[in-house]
C-alpha cells in the first residue's frame, strides 16, 4: 500500500516560531503536494512539487515555503508563524505516469498557532 | 477556469436510506472528476474518478456517481447508507483535462451524518 507519512499529528506553536512539517512518502511519486484544510473552505493548495529541488506556489503561497531535497520528502515551512495559519495541513502525492490523477493523502497535521 | 460546487454542505440520513451528495462542476474541457472521503482524523482517500470512459462510475464501499455532461453534474450515490458512511465528503475535478498533473480543485465538502 502508498504510505504518506506526516511527522507530526498534533502542533502547538507560538506566533513568530518557526515551524517545519514533514511528508515522507515511500512509492516513488514524483508529485507531491501541500493542501491547507479549513472547514466550509474544502482544500487548498499551498505549494507542489513534480520533481527534486523543484516547486511551484499553488493558490495560497503566501507565509509558506518548501523543501525537496530527496525525492520522497516534501517539507512545508513557516517562518513566521501567525494565529490566521491555525489549520489542517494535509500533504499528498501522485504519480502522472502511474495513475489519472489519483490523490495519496497522509492523515494530517494539526497546527495550532496561539 | 475549472471549478466545483457541493451544493450541500450537510446531509444527513437515516442508516438503510439511500445517499445523494450533490456536485456540480465547470470546466473549459472535459474534466476527470473524483469523489474523496476523509473519515474523522483521517486523510483522505479515493472513492471513485470518472475519466471519459463509462459515465457511471462505481466506486468503493457501494458507491457509485454519474457523469451528466448536460447538466455539469458528478452526484454520488449509495443505495442504503451505513453508519460507517458518516464522513466528509469532496467533489473534485482536475485543473488540465488530462489530469496527469496531479493538480486537482476541491469543493467545500458536504459532512455526511446517519442516524440509527
Known amino acids: 500500500d502508498v504510505k504518506v507519512t506526516q511527522s507530526s499529528r498534533y502542533l502547538v506553536k507560538r506566533t513568530g516560531e518557526k515551524v517545519f512539517l514533514e511528508c515522507v512518502q515511500d512509492m516513488d511519486h514524483e508529485n507531491m503536494f501541500w493542501y491547507r484544510q479549513d472547514p466550509g473552505l474544502g482544500l487548498r493548495l499551498i505549494y507542489f512539487s513534480y520533481d527534486v529541488k523543484m516547486k511551484e506556489k499553488g493558490d495560497i503561497p503566501e507565509g509558506y515555503s518548501v523543501s525537496r531535497e530527496k525525492k520522497e520528502r516534501f517539507s512545508l515551512i513557516l517562518e513566521s508563524a501567525s494565529t490566521n495559519q491555525t489549520s489542517m495541513y494535509l500533504c499528498?502525492?501522485?504519480?502522472?505516469?502511474?495513475?489519472?490523477?489519483?490523490?495519496?493523502f497522509g492523515e494530517g497535521s494539526r497546527l495550532t498557532v496561539l | 477556469a475549472q471549478s466545483v460546487t457541493q451544493l450541500d454542505s450537510h446531509v444527513s440520513v437515516s442508516e438503510g436510506t439511500p445517499v445523494l451528495l450533490r456536485c456540480n462542476y465547470s470546466s473549459s474541457y472535459s474534466p476527470s472528476l473524483f469523489w474523496y472521503v476523509q473519515h474523522p482524523n483521517k486523510g483522505l482517500q479515493l472513492l471513485l474518478k470518472y475519466t471519459s470512459a463509462a459515465t457511471l462510475v462505481k466506486g468503493i464501499n457501494g458507491f457509485e456517481a454519474e457523469f451528466k455532461k448536460s447538466e455539469t453534474s458528478f452526484h454520488l450515490t449509495k443505495p442504503s447508507a451505513h453508519m460507517s458512511d458518516a464522513a466528509e465528503y469532496f467533489c473534485v475535478v482536475s485543473v488540465d483535462g488530462s489530469s496527469n498533473t496531479g493538480k486537482l480543485i476541491f469543493g467545500q465538502g458536504t459532512t455526511l451524518q446517519v442516524k440509527p
Open positions: 499528498a502525492s501522485s504519480s502522472p505516469g502511474r495513475s489519472t490523477g489519483e490523490l495519496f
